[in-house]
């Protein structure tokens, strides 16, 4: 390697080169290395050149990274490594190239022998834009181009210029000139919002619920082509609407948004390819929302027993177009709506849930217009009508739709209030339950769905449920800005859970703010493993670990999530499979586990300390807190109230406001806080190694008590029924204190054998209190009195691992052992243990007949049955007895299916109906033939019989069987079995018996 001064300008004969006073060359053979330059871990954000760096840099700000860069050859493996484990660039051969989660992903192709500009403009905690500029040509052959952080581990420093490839083969030779690292602030991000609004008819009404919609849309900021110099993003809005509603009728704020009428279906079609498919200049896909709304007709198709939708482009079936689902489909996998991971369909239409399609009994989509990346809103279930109203009511307007909804609706009769999707937005801060000054999909549509569905019951007595499919985790797709100084509320990655239930959550040390470390869930009898997923690489050894020494945190549960973290590296996986859905690397080792509340995950990290805010859905970084000195942050956070509370290694006690981070108030300890504080009876309690209990007004942090112990408190306490229970270390015992007074009253103490580092858990149902201590005892004891203990069970040694305890009377905890364990909380007995192999000092966490717990080497590990899948069908439907006399029955014969895999009672029905059902605008309702109740075991069917006589006024009959649709069923579009036409072609008094014909 060597580094020149001004006279190592690097010239070639044939080529037009840049010439700089500085220049830096990298030539490495085929089995070693070499750096342009690094900086290594002792030099992270130190001053310039106090210690030797050549720069420093702080990472908490946006700043650009600039140089040029020339390869004499093709045979090249090289690096620009950019902060350790999050900013990665290479060339193998002359491609530009960049990684993220191991995948690979080109930029461009460089020409040999040339020099070329690379800028880098860094956006922190997301990734970072792109500039390639050819200085032979004078022009950008790359401009802008997004790429995320990367996620992988590098045992590398962490930042670099030049080859550390090592291997056969990892080698190359490269030049860089002029480089330089500044802060800007230039709007480097541009945000698109493309809203492509279609209104028809319901009945033979022009409905307005797609000029509610733009008009409320465009109150908000991200709607109104504007720029936020704020956070530095350029949001640009692009509407179109389609209506049957004439030009001079619109409103008048929706006239500059009009494109046309909807009676050309070709033209429509077309829209959705162009328009709603483009990606402006400067905008790129991956920030480009886009919006379907349509308002009208839906239809179902007659050629299948299953029956896919249509949208009516017109009051009446003929002589008006249909677009079917499948023309739909074709055109929104047209350009850049094919690979894009933001956008919305918005059906407001009958029978709408058809346009969403289901998961199957194999997890898998059985698609008709959904995929990843994609969220569809249905104003109705697959079986049901959408409602509207040509009415106006007290200050509302008429010809609106029930889902889509109302800013504030008053009757003739009472205030309704806000309903549907514009009732959502209007709600603003009230329902951004993640506090990012967004409201995004999700948040919107359980308002929006709540609404609707008690509103037409209240007001027809009928039945519409909105439904949403989701192929974006949490369907977290931004929609309005009501907060023009938030950062962009980043979309949720592609894909989610397959499940439509939403699982019980462990969000934080000892499972709430009081931190009994209870549950009210069923907890799993057998030790068998659902699944195991090893996070951290097995070779992994960054910070010197080795394996079996990897700082792992205690794992969180939420919104369908699994939280834990490795070494400086922070995860999210999907609850029901274990896979990872996002990384996110600290700048130093994280020192505690997280907790989670309103869509914010926070932990702490090393000196110097550090507490993170990363949006749970996507892992993005929404803030940090940097400690006013160089400790570390030691103790689990706790989160209640909007407020975060946490402790650290130099005895300082923070709490901060957890939407922006900024302190609130500090308190000053004896020592070291690694206790995890509970919160209760607007009170903050923790522990410390100056042997103190610590009890301090949640809002101003006046101390309102102090308790000695004279040892070091480690333990976390439990708050329950006004008492404060918390464990002591060099004078072993469990105490119980006076958690609601004035004084620190002691209630009763226990000695215990060992030193307590565990942390106390309370049954809050049944009373009783659970500790361990260091030498594997556990001790069972009454609430208000422990002599003597219920119980005792010595198991293996224990530390830190605190008990989780389930409704059904059980207590999991992990041991130095490498195992698990899980105890009869009435005898003590040991139920059932695993053996993981490696040291567990992580608690578990329970949901749903599940524990999850991590382990120090480095992965996670799910213990209970398969999560449920909820799926019923009907799976077959014939007829017989076509040739008897007219008196006679037919008998029809059915078969219906249990496809999930949980025992399933639940009622099936047969019906009749003599016209085409499902199709605009009457809708006809088909009537009751019979009705019963099966039960089947997982994977069982049953086929039935019923004698049916039809009616004498009617020839021509479709039938229909129908299997209620349960809680959380899997996949609803398959709960109907339709047979049409059963056309009885003799007369009732012909006696030549009857003859059928099925069409």
Same mark, same amino acid.
């Given at each position: 390697?060597?580094?020149?001064?001004?006279?190592?300008?690097?010239?070639?004969?044939?080529?037009?080169?840049?010439?700089? *006073?500085?220049?830096?060359?990298?030539?490495?053979?085929?089995?070693?290395?070499?750096?342009?330059?690094?900086?290594?871990?002792?030099?992270?954000?130190?001053?310039?050149?106090?210690?030797?760096?050549?720069?420093?840099?702080?990472?908490?700000?946006?700043?650009?990274?600039?140089?040029?860069?020339?390869?004499?050859?093709?045979?090249?493996?090289?690096?620009?490594?950019?902060?350790?484990?999050?900013?990665?660039?290479?060339?193998?051969?002359?491609?530009?190239?960049?990684?993220?989660?191991?995948?690979?992903?080109?930029?461009?192709?460089?020409?040999?022998?040339?020099?070329?500009?690379?800028?880098?403009?860094?956006?922190?905690?997301?990734?970072?834009?792109?500039?390639?500029?050819?200085?032979?040509?004078?022009?950008?052959?790359?401009?802008?181009?997004?790429?995320?952080?990367?996620?992988?581990?590098?045992?590398?420093?962490?930042?670099?210029?030049?080859?550390?490839?090592?291997?056969?083969?990892?080698?190359?030779?490269?030049?860089?000139?002029?480089?330089?690292?500044?802060?800007?602030?230039?709007?480097?991000?541009?945000?698109?919002?493309?809203?492509?609004?279609?209104?028809?008819?319901?009945?033979?009404?022009?409905?307005?619920?797609?000029?509610?919609?733009?008009?409320?849309?465009?109150?908000?900021?991200?709607?109104?082509?504007?720029?936020?110099?704020?956070?530095?993003?350029?949001?640009?809005?692009?509407?179109?609407?389609?209506?049957?509603?004439?030009?001079?009728?619109?409103?008048?704020?929706?006239?500059?948004?009009?494109?046309?009428?909807?009676?050309?279906?070709?033209?429509?079609?077309?829209?959705?390819?162009?328009?709603?498919?483009?990606?402006?200049?400067?905008?790129?896909?991956?920030?480009?929302?886009?919006?379907?709304?349509?308002?009208?007709?839906?239809?179902?198709?007659?050629?299948?027993?299953?029956?896919?939708?249509?949208?009516?482009?017109?009051?009446?079936?003929?002589?008006?177009?249909?677009?079917?689902?499948?023309?739909?489909?074709?055109?929104?996998?047209?350009?850049?709506?094919?690979?894009?991971?933001?956008?919305?369909?918005?059906?407001?239409?009958?029978?709408?849930?058809?346009?969403?399609?289901?998961?199957?009994?194999?997890?898998?989509?059985?698609?008709?217009?959904?995929?990843?990346?994609?969220?569809?809103?249905?104003?109705?279930?697959?079986?049901?009508?959408?409602?509207?109203?040509?009415?106006?009511?007290?200050?509302?307007?008429?010809?609106?739709?029930?889902?889509?909804?109302?800013?504030?609706?008053?009757?003739?009769?009472?205030?309704?209030?806000?309903?549907?999707?514009?009732?959502?937005?209007?709600?603003?801060?009230?329902?951004?339950?993640?506090?990012?000054?967004?409201?995004?999909?999700?948040?919107?549509?359980?308002?929006?769905?709540?609404?609707?569905?008690?509103?037409?019951?209240?007001?027809?007595?009928?039945?519409?449920?909105?439904?949403?499919?989701?192929?974006?985790?949490?369907?977290?797709?931004?929609?309005?800005?009501?907060?023009?100084?938030?950062?962009?509320?980043?979309?949720?990655?592609?894909?989610?859970?397959?499940?439509?239930?939403?699982?019980?959550?462990?969000?934080?040390?000892?499972?709430?703010?009081?931190?009994?470390?209870?549950?009210?869930?069923?907890?799993?009898?057998?030790?068998?493993?659902?699944?195991?997923?090893?996070?951290?690489?097995?070779?992994?050894?960054?910070?010197?670990?080795?394996?079996?020494?990897?700082?792992?945190?205690?794992?969180?549960?939420?919104?369908?999530?699994?939280?834990?973290?490795?070494?400086?590296?922070?995860?999210?996986?999907?609850?029901?499979?274990?896979?990872?859905?996002?990384?996110?690397?600290?700048?130093?080792?994280?020192?505690?586990?997280?907790?989670?509340?309103?869509?914010?995950?926070?932990?702490?990290?090393?000196?110097?300390?550090?507490?993170?805010?990363?949006?749970?859905?996507?892992?993005?970084?929404?803030?940090?807190?940097?400690?006013?000195?160089?400790?570390?942050?030691?103790?689990?956070?706790?989160?209640?109230?909007?407020?975060?509370?946490?402790?650290?290694?130099?005895?300082?006690?923070?709490?901060?406001?957890?939407?922006?981070?900024?302190?609130?108030?500090?308190?000053?300890?004896?020592?070291?806080?690694?206790?995890?504080?509970?919160?209760?009876?607007?009170?903050?309690?923790?522990?410390?190694?100056?042997?103190?209990?610590?009890?301090?007004?949640?809002?101003?942090?006046?101390?309102?008590?102090?308790?000695?112990?004279?040892?070091?408190?480690?333990?976390?306490?439990?708050?329950?029924?006004?008492?404060?229970?918390?464990?002591?270390?060099?004078?072993?015992?469990?105490?119980?204190?006076?958690?609601?007074?004035?004084?620190?009253?002691?209630?009763?103490?226990?000695?215990?054998?060992?030193?307590?580092?565990?942390?106390?858990?309370?049954?809050?149902?049944?009373?009783?209190?659970?500790?361990?201590?260091?030498?594997?005892?556990?001790?069972?004891?009454?609430?208000?009195?422990?002599?003597?203990?219920?119980?005792?069970?010595?198991?293996?040694?224990?530390?830190?691992?605190?008990?989780?305890?389930?409704?059904?009377?059980?207590?999991?905890?992990?041991?130095?052992?490498?195992?698990?364990?899980?105890?009869?909380?009435?005898?003590?007995?040991?139920?059932?243990?695993?053996?993981?192999?490696?040291?567990?000092?992580?608690?578990?966490?329970?949901?749903?007949?599940?524990?999850?717990?991590?382990?120090?080497?480095?992965?996670?590990?799910?213990?209970?049955?398969?999560?449920?899948?909820?799926?019923?069908?009907?799976?077959?439907?014939?007829?017989?007895?076509?040739?008897?006399?007219?008196?006679?029955?037919?008998?029809?014969?059915?078969?219906?299916?249990?496809?999930?895999?949980?025992?399933?009672?639940?009622?099936?029905?047969?019906?009749?109906?003599?016209?085409?059902?499902?199709?605009?605008?009457?809708?006809?309702?088909?009537?009751?033939?019979?009705?019963?109740?099966?039960?089947?075991?997982?994977?069982?069917?049953?086929?039935?019989?019923?004698?049916?006589?039809?009616?004498?006024?009617?020839?021509?009959?479709?039938?229909?069987?129908?299997?209620?649709?349960?809680?959380?069923?899997?996949?609803?579009?398959?709960?109907?079995?339709?047979?049409?036409?059963?056309?009885?072609?003799?007369? *009732?008094?012909?006696?030549?018996?009857?003859?059928?014909?099925?069409?």
């Amino acid at each position: 390697m060597k580094k020149g001064g001004s006279n190592a300008v690097v010239e070639f004969s044939t080529l037009e080169t840049y010439s700089s *006073p500085y220049s830096l060359h990298v030539n490495s053979s085929s089995q070693n290395s070499g750096f342009a330059f690094a900086i290594g871990p002792s030099d992270w954000m130190s001053p310039p050149l106090s210690n030797g760096s050549l720069c420093s840099i702080d990472y908490s700000k946006k700043y650009v990274i600039e140089f040029y860069f020339c390869i004499p050859g093709t045979n090249n493996n090289l690096l620009n490594v950019f902060r350790n484990q999050h900013i990665i660039t290479g060339i193998q051969g002359a491609t530009l190239y960049w990684e993220m989660g191991g995948s690979r992903y080109n930029i461009t192709t460089l020409e040999e022998n040339r020099w070329y500009r690379i800028t880098y403009w860094v956006v922190p905690g997301t990734g970072f834009y792109i500039d390639v500029y050819d200085t032979v040509n004078k022009k950008y052959v790359v401009e802008d181009q997004f790429c995320r952080f990367h996620g992988g581990t590098f045992n590398r420093p962490p930042f670099v210029v030049g080859d550390i490839e090592d291997g056969v083969e990892q080698y190359g030779e490269a030049y860089w000139d002029d480089f330089k690292i500044y802060f800007h602030s230039k709007p480097r991000v541009n945000i698109d919002f493309r809203l492509l609004a279609i209104e028809g008819y319901f009945g033979n009404v022009s409905m307005k619920s797609a000029e509610h919609l733009i008009m409320n849309l465009t109150k908000f900021f991200n709607w109104q082509n504007r720029t936020s110099n704020y956070i530095g993003v350029n949001f640009y809005s692009h509407i179109h609407l389609f209506s049957a509603v004439p030009y001079n009728s619109l409103y008048e704020d929706a006239k500059r948004f009009y494109n046309g009428g909807i009676s050309d279906k070709s033209r429509i079609l077309n829209e959705i390819r162009s328009f709603l498919g483009a990606t402006s200049p400067g905008c790129s896909n991956t920030f480009t929302i886009r919006i379907f709304y349509y308002c009208g007709h839906s239809g179902l198709n007659s050629s299948s027993s299953y029956k896919f939708p249509y949208i009516l482009l017109g009051k009446d079936v003929n002589p008006d177009p249909k677009i079917s689902s499948e023309e739909l489909k074709r055109a929104f996998n047209h350009g850049d709506l094919s690979s894009s991971n933001c956008t919305l369909l918005i059906f407001d239409s009958c029978y709408s849930e058809r346009y969403i399609g289901a998961f199957d009994s194999h997890h898998n989509y059985q698609e008709n217009l959904l995929r990843k990346g994609r969220v569809i809103l249905s104003a109705c279930k697959y079986n049901q009508k959408a409602y509207g109203t040509s009415e106006t009511w007290g200050n509302s307007p008429g010809n609106w739709t029930y889902f889509t909804g109302h800013t504030d609706l008053y009757t003739n009769y009472k205030h309704i209030g806000p309903i549907g999707i514009i009732g959502a937005i209007n709600q603003k801060s009230r329902f951004d339950f993640n506090k990012d000054g967004w409201l995004h999909i999700g948040e919107i549509f359980d308002f929006a769905r709540k609404t609707t569905k008690n509103f037409v019951k209240y007001w027809s007595t009928k039945k519409q449920e909105p439904t949403m499919g989701s192929g974006v985790r949490a369907a977290k797709i931004p929609f309005v800005m009501y907060n023009p100084k938030a950062n962009f509320a980043w979309n949720g990655p592609p894909g989610d859970s397959p499940s439509r239930q939403n699982y019980d959550s462990w969000s934080q040390h000892g499972n709430y703010a009081f931190q009994t470390g209870f549950s009210n869930v069923i907890g799993p009898v057998n030790n068998t493993p659902l699944y195991y997923r090893q996070i951290t690489s097995v070779n992994d050894t960054s910070y010197g670990a080795p394996l079996y020494t990897i700082q792992c945190s205690s794992v969180r549960i939420t919104d369908n999530m699994v939280f834990f973290s490795a070494n400086s590296t922070f995860y999210g996986l999907d609850l029901i499979t274990g896979e990872k859905i996002w990384e996110f690397t600290a700048n130093n080792s994280i020192s505690t586990s997280a907790a989670i509340y309103n869509g914010t995950v926070f932990f702490g990290v090393g000196s110097p300390g550090k507490l993170y805010a990363l949006d749970e859905i996507t892992g993005m970084l929404r803030w940090t807190y940097d400690l006013p000195t160089s400790a570390t942050v030691t103790s689990p956070p706790t989160v209640a109230d909007d407020k975060i509370f946490f402790g650290t290694s130099d005895g300082y006690f923070y709490v901060l406001n957890q939407t922006t981070g900024t302190q609130i108030w500090n308190f000053s300890a004896g020592g070291k806080i690694q206790s995890s504080p509970a919160v209760a009876y607007n009170r903050v309690f923790f522990g410390s190694y100056d042997g103190a209990i610590y009890a301090l007004e949640e809002d101003t942090g006046t101390l309102i008590w102090e308790y000695q112990t004279f040892s070091p408190v480690i333990s976390s306490p439990a708050i329950h029924n006004g008492m404060l229970f918390i464990g002591t270390y060099d004078l072993p015992r469990v105490l119980a204190l006076n958690a609601t007074g004035n004084t620190p009253d002691l209630i009763w103490e226990y000695q215990t054998v060992a030193p307590v580092t565990s942390s106390p858990s309370v049954d809050t149902v049944k009373g009783l209190v659970v500790v361990a201590d260091e030498n594997g005892n556990i001790y069972c004891f009454k609430e208000m009195s422990p002599n003597p203990p219920l119980w005792t069970e010595l198991i293996d040694p224990i530390n830190m691992s605190s008990p989780a305890i389930s409704n059904n009377s059980l207590i999991y905890i992990g041991s130095l052992d490498g195992k698990i364990y899980c105890l009869n909380e009435t005898t003590g007995q040991v139920v059932w243990s695993y053996l993981i192999g490696n040291s567990v000092v992580a608690s578990p966490a329970l949901t749903d007949d599940h524990v999850i717990i991590s382990s120090t080497d480095g992965a996670v590990y799910c213990f209970g049955i398969p999560f449920p899948v909820y799926d019923v069908t009907a799976v077959s439907l014939t007829v017989s007895g076509l040739n008897a006399p007219w008196d006679q029955p037919l008998h029809l014969t059915y078969t219906v299916a249990n496809n999930g895999n949980r025992l399933e009672t639940f009622n099936v029905t047969l019906y009749y109906f003599t016209h085409e059902i499902w199709t605009p605008p009457s809708y006809l309702q088909p009537t009751l033939i019979y009705s019963t109740t099966v039960t089947l075991l997982p994977g069982e069917n049953i086929t039935l019989t019923y004698d049916w006589y039809p009616p004498r006024l009617h020839r021509t009959f479709s039938i229909l069987l129908e299997t209620q649709e349960l809680e959380y069923e899997l996949y609803p579009l398959d709960n109907i079995f339709v047979l049409k036409y059963l056309r009885l072609l003799s007369v *009732p008094n012909g006696g030549a018996g009857r003859n059928a014909l099925f069409l």
